[in-house]
């Protein structure tokens, strides 16, 4: 069973840093690209970042783009994004997703993790 | 990066159908054939209905069906039940190698 597991959310003060991770399981996590997607409270669903299976292509939505970094552990079958600078505007639960990169649709995600940025 | 454009609310009666749209441009709706539609309920993670424009999971009901009209994705529920009152997005890959999600439509039943 594909399983995705994120972790690291909380609440942060505005211009401060966290680091969220995700861990997956019940497949080859080193043969897809994953994506993190985040969604403010009460508001729709945002691309946020996207690493491919062997980190030769990252992207980034230019809402975050110089702030996050998106990195993985292929042999933890891990994801990350790591987030600095952080505004309240960050604030929302983030999912890790998975990406079928040849259909460029999401066919399992995580249930979330919130962060909240505020003083 | 815009968000593609759904509307905020639609709604039916049990047993009627309903069409969801999602408005794009040529760099992401109208240019490729990898629109999908995704299904949350509150305070879940979305849950993948259509995938490449009209193709459905194993698992999803037949009674959701998508389709494509130049700029503009089409997702179409039947038979409406009230387990289908839920939030619908739409999403696109775009020329900018990452992609965009609709402003999302809440289903009333």
């Known amino acids: 069973e594909v399983q995705l597991v994120e972790s690291g959310g909380g609440l942060v003060k505005p211009g401060g840093s966290l680091r969220l991770s995700c861990a997956a399981s019940?497949?080859?996590?080193?043969?897809?690209?994953m994506t993190w997607v985040r969604q403010a409270p009460g508001k729709g669903l945002e691309w946020v970042s996207s690493?491919?299976?062997?980190?030769?292509?990252?992207y980034y939505a230019d809402s975050v783009k110089g702030r996050f970094t998106i990195t993985r552990d292929n042999a933890k079958k891990s994801l990350y994004l790591q987030m600095n600078s952080l505004r309240a505007e960050d604030t929302a639960v983030y999912y890790c997703?998975?990406?079928?990169?040849?259909?460029?649709?999401?066919?399992?995600w995580g249930q979330g993790t919130l962060v909240t940025v505020s003083s | 990066q815009s968000a593609l454009t759904q509307p905020a609310s639609v709604s039916g009666s049990p047993g009627q159908s309903i069409t969801i749209s999602c408005t794009g441009t040529?760099?992401?709706?109208?240019?490729?054939?990898?629109v999908s539609w995704y299904q949350q309920y509150p305070d879940k993670a979305p849950k993948l209905l259509i995938y490449?424009?009209?193709n459905r999971p194993s698992g999803v009901s037949d009674r959701f069906s998508g389709s494509k009209s130049g700029n503009t994705a089409s997702l179409t529920i039947s038979g409406l039940q009230a387990e289908d009152e839920a939030d619908y997005y739409c999403?696109?890959?775009?020329?900018?190698?990452?992609?965009?999600f609709g402003t999302g439509t809440k289903v009333t039943v």
């Open positions: 040529s760099s992401d709706v109208g240019g490729y054939n990898y």
């Open positions: 690493i491919s299976s062997s980190t030769n292509y990252i």
């Open positions: 019940g497949f080859t996590f080193n043969s897809y690209t």
């Open positions: 997703a998975r990406l079928k990169y040849d259909t460029r649709h999401f066919d399992y």
């Open positions: 490449e424009v009209t």
């Open positions: 999403s696109s890959y775009t020329t900018t190698n990452i992609g965009v």
